[in-house]
């Protein structure tokens, strides 16, 4: 049981490159999260999908698109990438089925950086 | 709209001495509350959650935290640190129903001293 799994680990980008974040989860989840950490800014929601084919902005979603592609993958696209977006990137998903209250799951991040 | 305010960004403590990492929260709705660990170079995994009825929560790792709905704070406590804890700890909150977004402090960073 993977859990959640995001794809890649390390990424460098060059200003305006484009590229997408891939994160699929195993665990029959409904909802998925798209967060970025900073330092001293905890984590913050870009975008988030409450279940199979609808997506809801976060609070910060500019410069970023996202695709719930089914239940099980949510993707996270940068179209033209700035050094503001240099983060460590973590997609997460939970079910409040699971145990009554949205626990949530997390992957192990992607390492972005933006030169 | 629910707020996360960790007013500690860093607390050092000796081996085996107790900590308490401090939160505080606001919303106009009930909230189920929680504590995430991150340790290095991871992603984030539950410590514990207070979901309703006892104030006292137990999570993993011998961490325990307590829910004060007067001072809407879910402060984390530990009797006897070990230099394994050293990490960075989230407090978060969500609705009890609706939307189950999770909202983050800005996290505590725990350093244990030898």
Redesign the interface.
Known sequence: NAGVTQTPKFQVLKTGQSMTLQCAQDMNHNSMYWYRQDPGMGLRLIYYSASEGTTDKGEVPNGYNVSRLNKREFSLRLESAAPSQTSVYFCASSDVRDTGVPEAFFGQGTRLTVV | AQSVT?LD?QVPVFEEAPVELRCNYSSSVSV?L?W?VQYPN?????LL?Y?SGSTLVKGINGFEAEFNKSQTSFHLRKPSVHISDTAEY?CAV?QTFG?????????TRLTIIP
Not at chain 2, 42 to 46: E, S
Not at chain 2, 100 to 105: A, I
């Open positions: 960790q960004s189920y929680f995430y991871q992603g984030l995994q539950l959650k979901l989230f969500s939307n189950e977004k999770l909202t983050f402090g800005t996290g």
